[in-house]
């Protein structure tokens, strides 16, 4: 369960302290003998004023959502680039303060990387600087430095996926100029001319040839600094050079944020009812059940969906009212990659075109609610999950291992709390014991939607089990409240599997002849 971007919505001791509930039951004419109905109100507000990190990041979110207009007005491209950069290092100034050093020096090195180093080898050299920075950055406290606040930690992982990410482009980029090098010596065979075309059409519309004052512009473009989406340099390049300044993208950005109003209600009542921090109560391990202990997951991962939800739909908001991400629909942008139908990406009559978004969309909520684990996971997060798989999957030299591997970068990446290692490295087990079940049982249901739901429903019960070690990050709250339960969760996976072996093959009848 990959997550990227969103667990970053900050603890709540980073804002000086401030008695909003009282102010509010004042102004509104609470005295020390409320109403029943006013103090449950009192109550709600005071969940309200709880999350005032959430808030800030809300309403930066909105702020971002309504630069896009203004930015997308500017016809020359430079200006473009300087005036984005401006205001993402502003917000990335005002809530890191002096911290923001560290995403300055990481971008620096990363461009003198990038720039001057063999592009043969600056996508690894990146790699590894920008991991080591990260692991250094969260540990900056053994080194006599300051702790590092949340806010600046969802920046640092955003700018190490956009570093390491443009210093593959460039070693991709390379790479197809010197097959168009060599293909040009000999190009005789069809087969040989249709590989020509490909890479010319792959250099034209994917290539990148970046600066040093490129990359740091890159680093610091404002759109999605704070909470993603990830998105490619040549996208962001694309974005600049569009020549798209008299379209409105309004109505698909109001499309896609139609229903984060019922998300943002949906999360403030859950988490109002069902709050995390009474899964680590005294009164949940000694006055409740072991089936209340197995059910109150549940709404914990319910609220911890719509939260995410919320963000992540008003970052790709931010995206498309900037124009990042607008493609032909033609040319079959996919989350993260961008276009792979380059051939239909020569139209420069760009007010006939249909565009959509599909380059920046990170989450598909009804795929993430209705799908088995595998297909989850796919929904989620997509343009990190992509990220993931162009830079650590496909490339492990170990084909078994990479899913493992591929899930121990990502929890590497979300940072140092054993929680994030607890949740992710189970799900390649799970995954092992659901390809099993699906490929015994799912021969044996006639109805597939039935088979799909109970896929559905199991899978969500799995994420709500890993999502307590997400959220509760500490190891022995994790284990406390998993042994509470007698670690169910992860006694499912052998039974699931052993079952699965039990299960006699099912075999098609013959057709009779």
């Given at each position: 369960m990959v997550t990227s971007s969103m667990e970053l919505f900050i603890e709540d001791d980073l804002l000086p302290s401030f008695n909003f509930n009282r102010l509010f039951c004042h102004l509104s004419g609470c005295t020390s003998r409320l109403q029943p109905i006013s103090e449950k109100f009192c109550r709600f507000f005071a969940v309200v004023t709880m999350l005032s990190d959430d808030v800030i990041y809300f309403l930066l979110l909105l702020t971002t959502i309504g630069l896009g207009e203004v930015i997308r007005r500017f016809d020359n491209a430079k200006l473009k680039q300087n005036v984005a950069s401006?205001?993402?290092?502003?917000?990335?100034?005002?809530?890191?303060?002096?911290?923001?050093?560290?995403?300055?020096?990481?971008?620096?090195?990363?461009?003198?990387?990038?720039?001057?180093?063999?592009?043969?080898?600056?996508?690894?050299?990146?790699?590894?600087?920008?991991?080591?920075?990260?692991?250094f950055f969260r540990f900056t406290t053994v080194f006599g430095l300051p702790q590092v606040p949340s806010h600046t930690n969802a920046i640092q992982m955003l700018l190490t996926l956009r570093m390491v990410g443009l210093a593959l482009e460039v070693h991709e980029t390379a790479k197809h100029r010197k097959q168009l090098?060599?293909?040009?010596?000999?190009?005789?065979?069809?087969?040989?001319?249709?590989d020509l075309k490909q890479i010319e059409l792959s250099l034209e519309n994917q290539g990148v040839s970046p600066n040093f004052a490129d990359v740091i512009h890159y680093a610091f473009c404002y759109i999605g600094v704070l909470t993603g989406p990830y998105y490619k340099y040549r996208t962001y390049w694309d974005m600049l050079h569009a020549n798209d300044s008299q379209i409105s993208f309004l109505n698909y950005a109001r499309q896609r944020v139609q229903y984060v109003p019922i998300y943002v209600l949906l999360f403030l009542l859950s988490n109002y009812?069902?709050?995390?921090?009474?899964?680590?109560?005294?009164?949940?391990?000694?006055?409740?059940?072991?089936?209340?202990?197995?059910?109150?997951?549940?709404?914990?991962f319910f609220t911890f969906r719509m939260r995410f939800y919320s963000g992540f739909i008003l970052s790709e908001a931010a995206c498309i009212m900037a124009g990042l991400g607008a493609?032909?629909?033609?040319?079959q942008p996919k989350p993260g990659n961008g276009p792979t139908a380059l051939q239909h990406?020569?139209?420069?009559?760009?007010?006939?075109?249909?565009?959509?978004?599909?380059?920046?969309?990170?989450?598909?909520?009804?795929?993430?609610?209705?799908?088995?684990?595998?297909?989850?996971?796919?929904?989620?997060?997509?343009?990190?999950?992509?990220?993931?798989?162009?830079?650590?999957?496909?490339?492990?030299?170990?084909?078994?291992?990479?899913?493992?591997?591929?899930?121990?970068?990502?929890?590497?990446w979300h940072g140092v709390?054993?929680?994030?290692?607890?949740?992710?490295?189970?799900?390649?087990?799970?995954?092992?014991?659901?390809?099993?079940?699906?490929?015994?049982?799912?021969?044996?249901?006639?109805?597939?939607?039935?088979?799909?739901f109970m896929a559905g429903f199991v899978k969500?019960?799995?994420?709500?089990?890993?999502?307590?070690?997400?959220?509760?990050?500490?190891?022995?709250?994790?284990?406390?409240?998993?042994?509470?339960?007698?670690?169910i969760g992860h006694l499912i996976i052998p039974l699931s599997y052993i079952a699965s072996l039990l299960v006699p093959s099912h075999k098609p009848a013959k057709p009779l002849v």
């Open positions: 401006i205001i993402g290092f502003t917000i990335i100034f005002i809530v890191s303060g002096f911290h923001s050093l560290h995403c300055v020096l990481t971008a620096a090195v990363n461009a003198f990387i990038i720039c001057f180093v063999s592009p043969k080898y600056c996508h690894g050299l990146s790699f590894g600087f920008s991991f080591a920075y990260l692991l090098k060599e293909s040009n010596i000999d190009n005789k065979k069809q087969d040989a001319d249709n009812y069902f709050p995390l921090s009474y899964a680590t109560s005294a009164e949940i391990f000694e006055e409740r059940s072991f089936f209340f202990r197995v059910w109150y997951i549940t709404p914990l493609y032909p629909v033609e040319s990406l020569n139209n420069k009559d760009r007010s006939s075109i249909t565009y959509n978004f599909e380059t920046i969309h990170n989450i598909d909520e009804y795929a993430a609610e209705t799908s088995d684990v595998r297909g989850s996971l796919k929904a989620w997060n997509m343009t990190v999950q992509w990220w993931l798989a162009v830079n650590v999957h496909r490339r492990f030299p170990f084909k078994p291992l990479r899913t493992v591997a591929t899930m121990l970068i990502s929890a590497f709390h054993s929680g994030y290692y607890l949740s992710m490295l189970t799900v390649p087990f799970i995954l092992v014991a659901e390809d099993a079940v699906k490929r015994k049982l799912r021969p044996l249901v006639n109805n597939s939607k039935i088979f799909n969500i019960q799995w994420f709500s089990y890993m999502g307590m070690a997400f959220s509760l990050l500490a190891m022995d709250t994790t284990f406390a409240y998993w042994k509470s339960i007698f670690f």
